[in-house]
């Protein structure tokens, strides 16, 4: 069970993209890279919207889309569903217009919630008769999302689905997409240009820069600064810690520490009010080009980065292979 | 004093035979738009689609009425329609149906002329429609006909009526083509127009003819006026 595309070349314009990939189809996909590196294109091109120049997309086994072979399953029969960044809602009919447009095309044959029961769950029952042009970004994005599950698709893709909304409605979205796709055994793939995001939601990761696929596979091994540091900022820099951790009373799929926020100590802390300190032993010393220097500490569960500095290196003789604890304040989580 | 209810007012205006034309104005015009309509639709759809073969040729022939002599197209139409063209014999021979000389002929000819005017308006509303709500609607299991009598059709809806309603107002005022095609008989193809270029021929109709504009230019301007209120309500639809 996969989503497999391989040596695939879309154009748009002037722009290109080639991918080569398989990812699996469950859990989460996430879809990570710089703004205008061809992620939503990807995404375009999974659901059937773009025409392949060359290469074969295929899912379950079945062919989508094969271009030496001739073959192309058009959009409306991949039975893949796509949540746009800007909702796309059908002007001339209500919120709950929306939702049985997805419904009534719904083959009889494939479970999903009902009308009443997603309203419900993503709390849009007050909403079910405004027309959609009132609606807020956030109350869109929940009713596009809403309209997609209905219509009970075998693998669910969302562009930005979280661009409208804010800090914690954020969290809250996040964590309502990983119980979904659990509850409903729905597999997504959610393409986002945030690290945050992409190291809370992500089983699994396809990494695109300047319109190619760098890199993918299961999170743990594709975000990892060794292949991730070309993706990100310099204040982004860090690690992914897997599940596990604790942030807001609540457990996360995982986490993403920025190098910035992680202290090195050569012995195991004491009297501190940090509660997340990883144990293990220096994996590598890097001296980065903007004059800092990155400790990756390998623990158990992967590896955890810190930025320190020339003196702070000199003052612990900080040395590979030795034991070091890394200490993260919660509240940068 | 008795009151007049609006309702007898017209007719208490105008006498039998300006009535007459009024209604066969109004019979012209109604089925003209109403028999070309769903080819309208259908022509607008295809036309603005990004492109398909013979993209041109069908955009060059929908339009070639509004660059062709009304005279021209009238008589176009009688060489093809006329009791001796090939579909006009094989109309009169098959179902016995006479085009030429006759109201349903005024209407052809009302219909070939008003359609271009009637394809751009509702081409201009498929056109201003968001293209990402038919991906929107393809990745919910909707088929390309589904797409368009769900959503395409709905949301032109007010523009495909604005279309209808200013060929309708075009078509009351047609002259050429149908004095050519379906000729001037009185209480059959007389239509306002034509009543008027008939009386202005009689030396003294100029105070009928001014009559028979007054007729004309309240039913273009009430035209016209319906048909921009039907424009916003199309725009309004759109703005999502």
């Given at each position: 069970m996969s989503l497999e595309v391989r040596d695939a070349l879309v154009k748009r314009g002037a722009f290109a993209l080639a991918a080569d990939f398989?990812?699996?189809a469950e859990g989460i996909t996430v879809v990570f890279g710089p703004s205008g590196a061809g992620k939503s294109m990807l995404l375009a091109t999974v659901a059937g919207l773009n025409r392949l120049e060359r290469g074969v997309v295929r899912f379950n086994g079945r062919v989508l889309e094969d271009v030496a072979a001739r073959t192309r399953i058009p959009a409306h029969n991949r039975g893949i569903g796509l949540v746009f960044q800007d909702a796309r809602l059908f002007p001339h009919l209500t919120v709950k217009g929306n939702l049985h447009y997805a419904e009534s095309r719904r083959p009889a044959d494939r479970n999903a919630p009902i009308v009443t029961?997603?309203?419900?769950?993503?709390?849009?029952?007050?909403?079910?008769?405004?027309?959609?042009?009132?609606?807020?970004?956030g109350e869109?994005?929940?009713?596009?999302?809403?309209?997609?599950?209905?219509?009970?698709?075998?693998?669910?893709?969302?562009?930005?689905?979280?661009?409208?909304?804010?800090?914690?409605?954020?969290?809250?979205?996040?964590?309502?997409?990983?119980?979904?796709?659990?509850?409903?055994?729905?597999?997504?793939m959610v393409v986002t240009h945030q690290i945050d995001d992409a190291a809370e939601l992500a089983d699994h990761v396809i990494a695109v820069k300047g319109g190619q696929v760098v890199a993918s596979g299961t999170a743990s091994a594709v975000m990892r600064k060794e292949v991730f540091g070309g993706l990100l900022d310099r204040r982004d820099l860090g690690a992914r810690v897997d599940g596990g951790a604790v942030v807001g009373g609540r457990e996360v799929g995982g986490v993403w520490v920025r190098a910035d926020n992680v202290l090195v100590a050569t012995e195991p802390p004491k009297g501190l009010s940090a509660r997340n300190v990883w144990e293990g032993r220096i994996a590598s010393i890097t001296r980065e080009a903007g004059g800092g220097i990155l400790v990756s500490i390998a623990t158990g569960q992967g590896y955890i980065s810190s930025r320190i500095t020339d003196q702070a290196l000199n003052e612990l003789s900080l040395r590979e292979g030795e034991k070091a604890w890394a200490v993260v304040k919660t509240h940068s989580l | 004093m008795r009151r007049i209810a609006p309702r007898d007012m017209v007719p208490a205006m105008l006498s039998p035979e300006e009535l007459q034309i009024l209604a066969t104005s109004l019979n012209v015009a109604g089925r003209a738009v109403i028999f070309s309509l769903p080819v309208a639709i259908f022509c607008a759809w295809a036309l603005s689609k990004h492109s398909f073969p013979g993209k041109a040729v069908l955009d060059a022939v929908v339009h070639l009425p509004l660059v062709l002599p009304p005279v021209l197209v009238g008589y176009l139409l009688l060489i093809v329609f006329g009791l001796r063209g090939p579909v006009g014999g094989w109309l009169k021979a098959a179902f016995n149906i006479q085009l030429a000389f006759t109201a349903e002929g005024a209407s052809l000819a009302t219909a070939v002329m008003a359609f271009p005017l009637m394809v751009r308006a509702i081409r201009l509303s498929f056109e201003a429609t968001d293209r990402g709500l038919f991906d929107a609607a393809a990745v919910l299991r909707a088929s390309p006909w589904d797409r368009f009598w769900s959503l395409a059709l709905p949301l032109a809806w007010p523009g495909v009526l604005a279309g209808a309603v200013t060929a309708f107002a075009a078509g009351l005022g047609e002259f050429g083509a149908v004095i050519t095609f379906a000729s001037n008989v009185e209480g059959k193809t007389q239509t306002i127009p034509l009543?008027?270029?008939?009386?202005?021929?009689?030396?003294?109709?100029?105070?009928?003819?001014?009559?028979?504009?007054?007729?004309?230019m309240t039913a273009a301007v009430a035209g016209l006026v319906a048909a921009e209120v039907l424009q916003r309500w199309a725009r309004r639809r759109l703005e999502g």
């Open positions: 398989e990812t699996p029961e997603i309203a419900k769950r993503l709390d849009l029952e007050n909403l079910l008769d405004r027309p959609v042009k009132n609606l807020s970004g869109k994005s929940r009713v596009a999302l809403a309209r997609a599950i209905v219509s009970a698709p075998e693998f669910l893709l969302l562009d930005e689905p979280f661009a409208a909304l804010d800090g914690r409605r954020r969290r809250g979205y996040l964590a309502m997409l990983r119980e979904l796709s659990a509850s409903e055994k729905l597999p997504m | 009543a008027i270029y008939s009386v202005l021929q009689i030396p003294g109709g100029e105070a009928q003819a001014w009559r028979l504009a007054t007729i004309s």
